[in-house]
């Protein structure tokens, strides 16, 4: 399928359900703080909000997240996220719950053949240790919170023309091999093709050779929402560099744990695994609730 531009857009009116534990603590009179959200409710999706400036943001009693200067914020819902979150917005003596419905997702089965042996099942003790070496590098990546928004003005595809090859959250069988599920959308398209980054951010970590990954681009675009691109062929943005959506910042190749040419595309927010193509077009609230 070409160009094909997935969007599933929830939309609810806020409800208040002001919870103000820390007011109450202090004796205080809790009130409703503004929060509208919309978003692809449903595992592997998100709930893009607006509240005031500068709320903290808790997820199931968790303070998670911080809204911007704008009092803007996202929050993702993994594969298999449960069927319900609460998330709330709390600043000083106001706080807004809302509770979410996650609808669930049935994600598909796909297998793959012929890949080498060493990327399913490694078992050389170099090898292992190298892996293991990757693993924390991209950790410490992945533990990159930029203060920002760059989400708000939504994500594009960060190829112009491509085939959906591999859809996001199959269960995969590797060789044989149960495997985890995919945590990424596979775009086919010929070796060399161009990358644009889908989104404004800033580029965390560039490396072109890791085992799995081969060669892998990481971007945050702002309270934990972190995108990667794998398999690719040249790299050609830095660490530390700004990027705005559109740029080019690579090129696609079969490189890591390949059979052809593609671009893995992933995102995950703090330790949670969504599906990027749900975020094409999307857009925060314009006005609180």
Not at 37 to 42: D, H, L, P, T
Not at 136 to 150: H, I, P, Q, W
């Amino acid at each position: 399928m070409i160009g094909r531009r997935p969007l599933l857009l929830g939309l609810a009116a806020a409800v208040a359900t002001p919870r103000g534990l820390g007011a109450a603590a202090r004796g205080e009179t809790p009130s409703a703080l503004p929060l509208a959200m919309n978003g692809a409710w449903r595992q592997g999706g998100y709930a893009l909000g607006r509240t005031a400036p500068r709320a903290l943001i808790f997820v199931d009693g968790d303070a998670l997240s911080t809204a911007s200067a704008d009092g803007l914020f996202i929050v993702g819902f993994d594969r298999d996220a449960a069927a319900e979150v609460d998330i709330e917005a709390r600043d000083g003596a106001q706080s807004t719950r809302r509770r979410i419905a996650v609808a669930p997702y049935d994600f598909p089965s796909t297998r793959i053949d012929g890949l080498p042996p060493a990327t399913v099942e490694p078992s050389d003790p170099a090898l292992l240790e190298r892996i293991r070496q990757e693993v924390l590098v991209k950790t410490e990546a992945f533990a990159s919170r930029a203060d920002t928004d760059d989400f708000r003005d939504g994500f594009v595809w960060p190829l112009e023309t491509y085939r959906v090859s591999s859809a996001w959250g199959a269960q995969r069988v590797l060789n044989g091999t149960p495997a985890r599920p995919h945590y990424g959308v596979d775009l086919a398209a010929p070796i060399g093709t161009v990358i644009r980054a889908p989104a404004d951010g800033r580029v965390i970590f560039t490396r072109p050779d890791m085992h799995f990954e081969g060669g892998l681009t990481l971007i945050d675009h702002g309270q934990g929402l972190i995108s990667a691109y794998l398999h690719q062929s040249q790299i050609d943005v830095a660490a530390g560099q700004t990027v705005r959506r559109g740029d080019p910042m690579g090129r696609v190749g079969m490189s890591g744990r390949a059979t052809g040419p593609h671009l893995c595309w992933r995102l995950k927010w703090r330790d949670r695994n969504l599906d990027p193509s749900l975020l094409i077009g999307a857009r925060p609230p314009e006005r609180l609730a």
